[in-house]
């Protein structure tokens, strides 16, 4: 497995503000994703990240409102922007790692926007 | 796109039965399955696995069977204990370079009654 940390684990915003999420890895990975989990519900996915090229992203998501960077092989950011109560949710990274490509999840950042 | 679904979206046993969470997938190209267990505020866990070149994996108390035939596979655990009480996800992946765009379930709340 790896070990993945999340920054921050938790924030309250304002509307109309943006939150950076950071998440690092203790290992070089090539895959790094972004998922949502709304409130009581599963985990969709918002973008795979990979280092030295452009995030794709699923469909519902959008470059504008989760810009997201990879600097290295192991560090990521994802940024939501223009807050609004709608995108109050968890939000995990996770990564592929070892010899089957298995996937593991960061401890996840949950946002509340009011 | 692939669609997962996921039954019964809850289910409560006694100490000591088992539970069987089943999954059906659309894309015939899925050939990864994980099965994650999140407990209430924590991280969804990897616990087990299948490739699409098995039928049956097993782990202890818990086991995953798949039938891509009929586009479904399972999972099974045995003598369970107040511990196993979490949310289930189960996931399809049709790989490619990775495994990494997993597309969840929309997952299965267990309750083991002691």
């Known amino acids: 497995s790896a070990v993945i940390s999340q920054k921050p684990s938790r924030d309250i915003c304002q509307r109309g503000t943006s939150l950076t999420i950071q998440c690092q890895v203790d290992?070089?990975?090539?895959?790094m994703f972004w998922y949502r989990q709304q409130p009581g519900q599963s985990l969709t996915l918002i973008a795979t990240a990979n280092q030295g090229s452009e995030a794709t992203y699923e469909s519902g998501f959008v470059i504008d409102k989760f810009p997201i960077s990879r600097p290295n092989l192991t560090f990521s950011t994802l940024t939501v922007s223009n807050l609004s109560p709608e995108d109050s949710s968890i939000y995990l990274c996770?990564?592929?790692?070892?010899?089957?490509?298995?996937?593991?999840f960061g401890p996840g950042t949950r946002l509340t926007v009011l | 796109g692939e669609n997962v679904e996921q039954h019964p979206s809850t289910l409560s046993v006694q100490e000591g039965d088992s539970a069987v969470i089943k999954c059906t997938y659309s894309?015939?190209?899925?050939?990864?399955f994980p099965w994650y267990k999140q407990e209430l505020g924590k991280r969804p866990q990897l616990i087990i696995d299948i490739r699409s070149n098995v039928g049956e994996k097993k782990d202890q108390r818990i086991a995953v069977t798949l039938n891509k035939t009929a586009k479904h596979f399972s999972l099974h655990i045995t003598e369970t204990q107040p511990e196993d009480s979490a949310v289930y996800f189960c996931?399809?992946?049709?790989?490619?370079?990775?495994?990494?765009?997993?597309?969840f379930g929309q997952g299965t709340i267990l309750t083991v009654h002691p």
């Open positions: 894309d015939s190209a899925s050939n990864y």
């Open positions: 996931a399809a992946s049709s790989g490619g370079t990775s495994y990494g765009k997993l597309t």
């Open positions: 996770s990564v592929e790692v070892g010899q089957y490509n298995e996937q593991f």
């Open positions: 290992s070089q990975v090539t895959m």
